[in-house]
């Protein structure tokens, strides 16, 4: 099947695909697919009126979706009316399931998610993998992995896919951190240390995290900026309901935009980077508190007890961010800034300043910031969704595969 | 016809569009008129064989395509063979041509190009617009856009499209001028002051100069971010081939990233923003010039007659446009930075200092900075060339029209 992330490489135009019966086939799964999944249950008919195709075209599309286990038919509707009754169409909560996991920098986590979007399994472990191997992590990463593999497949569904959220950049080939540096990690090829069974997509947790906003979120525009943070600070760009990943997959690098050109150093090499203002490391030093697991919460705590040190913290490094992000809307003029991550517990003391200063730099109306509802939860629920949204995206694939 | 521009808006999920034999016909007429474009002269069969569609099927779309004057044929191809010798096809030089046009501070211009990219007629008009009425101003641009038509036609072309190129932020709907700053125009809508015997469609000048250097550039890639300057410092993101406009179409404002965060006020409301050390004002000011027309050519001129006062004013634009630079290279991983417009005439002295910053600050491998081989040319090429992509996107759309 395709990679289970929503960014079809372009074709190049020296090469065109021809358009075919089979590809219109294809395309026309996922449209009865992707209906049924937005509004149903609905029956043909209204499968039909929806997507402007013919009953009987639809009839056909539905059967194959039925008979490879995405759709399932849950009986008539309305049966006392004349003629033969319309059987109820709904997305299968017994087909094929998104797997997905997360190399957090102080926990790992793994869950799947049915063609529904529930979350039907779940394992989490907690405890800090900075510094350790990737082999390591990677076997326990695993093991949390098959645990809810099990779990599914205990409730009659199969894998259809495996997508994995790192605190890191990751290469386009959708398997190779270049880069974590809260894990140590360099040029690690993470998909050759976790499980073969099912396609796998390595990814950036702000990637996915962006990703789960623009599906799961309330009312989340098709064009946004995700702002996350887990020990660093990350960011996705959406646009048109598309993640714009960079050339070499490394776009939403926002920590290293320069907010003070002769600001202190930062390990990237540049000066006066974001994260020197408003990174975990530089706000907990300005707040006066020592490093350690759990410090986000910390902060929030003593925030929330009046803590005038931390609010100050915060308040500076809200200031900062919104530099940074008038930076960021001026280039990319997005709908909306939805913070979330670690970010959106801390949001009642970092959104005055930021708010503030994207005003005052900002000509015409300033870019609204939301917070996220999905919080620490998004990457992981981003992994699992984006197989999720694959085999939506394109049925055919996994339907060849039963 | 529709918009003779490569950004159709996208389909929401709730509606999607069926996916019928006739849109099927149009992509793969699309597809045929693109592989002649890139690849010809061709014969039927290298054009099937080529885009992997049959040859009795290419022809059928070569037939509809010849019928309505895209294509034309060469006449036998290698006549001694055995067998009914394949006819050689190639785009039109007397089908449809793109009327471009460019509202410049400075200057007024229009031209226009047959689908083979050929520029065919053009006109000219030198003159400052500062403060200028829009009425008289698109008055005259009208006169020299009828005169361009008019040239065209006297070669057998005729008009499919007008695009027109402003110095300013225009709204989506592609008519509206919201603000050009240097020409003191608000909410202008320019559409209806131009002639109504086409469609239009209006872009901001670094839009169509990005979309030039795409299509005509010297190996450009499909990624990446292009700064252009006349008197504002503009810039357009490109992604995969296609311009990242922005939700209310002003993407790209790379002269309002701040740069120094306790800069110098900018008019936009803002403190510090890229213009304040790198906008034409602000390097005339430290180069110790006046104002006046020509005043790019003047910093050049005196650049290369090695002035230190300009020479030191250009670096510290350069130093600034690298710290903004910084920030979006880090936001999107273009490929590459290509320099537009007024800049490249600049680039000698701009870009030792600009590169300097962005190796300084990028983690990495620096993004490769290049000079566009198009110049001041870029904007109004890229307007013309858009109404012909809009042609051989959408071949279907001018045939109906035939």
């Known amino acids: 099947m395709t990679a289970p992330l929503n960014e079809p490489r372009p074709t190049g135009p020296g090469r065109p695909q021809p358009d075919t019966q089979q590809g219109m086939r294809r395309r026309n799964l996922a449209r009865v697919l992707h209906t049924v999944s937005a509004e149903g249950p609905l029956s043909r008919a209204a499968v039909a009126s929806r997507i402007g195709l013919t009953r009987a075209a639809v009839s056909t599309l539905v059967d194959e979706l039925v008979r490879s286990g995405l759709l399932e038919e849950l009986g008539p509707e309305r049966p006392g009316r004349v003629g033969r009754p319309g059987s109820a169409l709904a997305v299968s909560g017994r087909g094929p399931a998104g797997i997905g996991a997360e190399v957090g920098v102080d926990h790992l986590a793994a869950c799947a998610v049915d063609l529904r979007g529930t979350v039907r399994a779940r394992a989490v472990r907690h405890g800090t993998n900075r510094g350790r191997a990737p082999e390591p992590v990677a076997a326990e990463l695993g093991a949390l992995i098959s645990e809810v593999v099990a779990g599914a497949r205990d409730q009659g569904l199969w894998p259809a896919g495996l997508a994995v959220a790192v605190p890191g950049l990751v290469a386009r080939d959708g398997r190779t951190v270049v880069r974590a540096p809260n894990l140590d990690w360099h040029d690690t090829d993470l998909g050759a240390l976790l499980p073969g069974a099912y396609p796998l997509t390595v990814d950036n947790e702000a990637n996915f995290g962006a990703l789960a ?28 309901g598309r993640l714009l990943r960079g050339t070499r997959g490394f776009a939403g690098e926002l920590g290293h935009v320069p907010v003070e050109p002769e600001g ?21 030093r300005a707040a006066g508190l020592e490093g350690g697991e759990g410090r986000v919460g910390l902060l929030a705590t003593r925030a929330a007890a009046g803590d005038a040190r931390v609010r100050g913290a915060l308040r500076d490094a809200g200031r900062a961010l919104g530099v ?17 991550g670690a970010l959106s517990g801390l949001a009642p003391w970092l959104l005055p300043s930021l708010e503030a200063e994207l005003d005052r730099r900002t000509a015409g109306p300033a870019c609204p910031v939301s917070v996220s509802s999905l919080g620490p939860e998004g990457p992981l629920l981003g992994a699992a969704h984006s197989v999720v949204r694959a085999v939506l995206d394109d049925p055919s694939a996994v339907a060849e595969h039963v």
């Open 213 to 240: 906003e623009l599906w799961l979120g309330r009312d989340t525009p098709p064009d946004f900026l995700h702002v996350s943070a887990e020990i660093g600070i990350g960011a996705a760009v959406v646009v048109d």
């Open 264 to 284: 202190p150093a930062c390990p990237c090499g540049g000066r006066g980077c974001l994260e020197q203002y408003a990174g975990e490391e530089a706000v907990l």
């Open 324 to 340: 940074a992000l008038t930076g960021a809307v001026n280039l990319l003029d997005p709908e909306t800034v939805v913070l979330g």
